[in-house]
């Protein structure tokens, strides 16, 4: 069976979807597949009388469903139901998320997918486990902490992974009692929207998942600020995460999840192992053509293997066929836009004139999608722009260095702090490392998450507030109350 399909074929439905109805919207935004550049959709854009309805319809659902209050096992089960109906329809979410965006239809069916609705069970899951608390007090009183659901949680996905990310906030949220209205990105909103569907199919009470349709500076920015959705859970941009808590902090206090962008480090040790690390380093600035936020893009090495780690990079790297997400055979995915392949290859040219050397790419590939060249540039300072700046594309760097010491300082970045990978066979030396970097997750002698969905993921430093994932994020999905009772 062939998992290639033509990619005029999926019916692509674009409105809101709103207390388990579509409502319609005028397309304004138009929507290019990135693979060829195709223009073959639109994207309404809800202002606030849509914001406000998705947000009523969501109370309405809260209050009339019980979902908050119902024995939160029967939230399991239907979330349950749920998980499995997006596995049953893999294959449907698959093609209206391929077509729009970078991922590509074999690592949809075998990856996102497969583990986004792992993660929507392992969330369900979490309803009838976790709880709050009795703490120690005097003798002559009785402590409790309880917990309870926000209501309506106002979420905002990106476009890198937008089904996974769909899952990451859903998942929680609905699990810990609350309605979600979720604003995907205006440039890959399908299979969201399918996404909430199959929850209504499931049996989640219609009004409880509702997608607007439309940008940041509009509708998101509509959805921070309304008064009404008790708590933020965004994902994408550090310069939209502040934007947003600019918005919040105008319009009312609310908690905020943020998980930002990064600029992660892959340090290399003498001691590694060099083929180990170039395959995980290679991996990690190919998938989804370096559009994902860990994509640990500034390789630091040690100056004694950096020329053999280079070259194992640069073989690596190289002989990438672009070609249609749609196309099974495709294992290279495009920039997102025209105008972010532009920016990437704008700030590559500006770090070449900061004396930036090549050892590969550096170029937009002659396609007629998105594509650019894998590239990897060394004799790069620490304040080299593509040093400094999330690229956002197939764009590593190259430091090296002699000290431990210097691989964490060269390792520290002055905003970010999302991830950071560690290569070495010491086991002290990697330990060491654990302590001496700044970031959210650390991977040693592997890139990239696993399947284990306990593990939570989020930023220091500017890359975010708060996590995604294990059980911190049902818990940010949830508000506690102390209680002190005298005997
Ligand atoms: P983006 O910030 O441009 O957009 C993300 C989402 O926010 C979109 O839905 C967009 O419409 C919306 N948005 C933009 N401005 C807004 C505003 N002022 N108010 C409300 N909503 C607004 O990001 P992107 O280009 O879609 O995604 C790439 C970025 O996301 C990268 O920086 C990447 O590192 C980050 N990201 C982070 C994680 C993580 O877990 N930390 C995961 C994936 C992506």
Known sequence: MTLSFDPAKPEFRSGHFIGGEFVAGAPELAMHRPSDGAEFAGCPVAGEAIVDQAVIAAKDALKSSGWSTCRPRERTNAMLRWADLIDKNAEELARLECVPSTRLINQLIAGDIAVTAEQIRFFAELADKEGGDVVPTDSGSFGMIVTEPYGVVGAITP?????????????????????????????????????????????????????????????????????????????????????????????????????????????????????????????????????????????????????????????????????????????????????????????????ISEGAEVLAGAREMDHPGYFYEPTLLTNVSQDNIAVREEVFG???????????????????????????GVYSRDVSRALRSIKSIAAGTIWINRYGRSRDHILPTGGYKSSGIG??????AYHANRRSKSVLIDL
Request: hydrophobic residues 45%; proline residues 6%; negative net charge.
């Open 394 to 420: 197939p764009v590593l760097t190259l430091q090296t260095f002699e000290s431990d010491e210097e691989a964490f300082a060269l390792a520290d970045h002055p905003t970010y702090g999302l991830a950071a």
């Open 467 to 472: 996590k995604d994932l294990g059980r911190d």
């Open 159 to 351: 476009w890198n992974f937008p089904i996974s990310m769909a899952g990451w906030k859903m998942g929680p949220a609905l699990a810990a009692g609350n309605a979600v209205v979720l604003k995907p990105s205006e440039m890959t909103p399908f299979s969201t929207l399918r996404m909430a569907e199959l929850s209504v199919e499931a049996g989640i009470p219609a009004g409880l998942v509702n997608i607007v349709l439309g940008d940041g500076p509009v509708t998101g920015n509509a959805l921070t600020g309304h008064p009404d959705i008790a708590k933020v859970s965004f994902t994408g941009s550090t310069g939209a995460g502040s934007a947003i808590m600019a918005n919040v902090a105008r319009t009312g206090i609310k908690p905020m999840t943020l998980e930002l962008g990064g600029k992660s480090p892959q340090i290399v040790f003498a001691d590694a192992d060099i083929a180990l690390a170039a395959d995980c380093i290679a991996r990690s600035i190919l998938f989804n053509g370096g559009q994902a936020c860990v994509a640990g893009s500034r390789v630091i090495a040690h100056a004694s293997i950096a020329g053999e780690l280079a070259e194992r990079l640069t073989t690596l790297m190289s002989g990438q066929k672009p070609g249609p997400g749609w196309d099974e055979a495709t294992t290279y995915s495009p920039c997102i836009s025209a105008r972010q392949r532009a920016r990437v290859h704008g700030l590559v040219q500006a770090a």
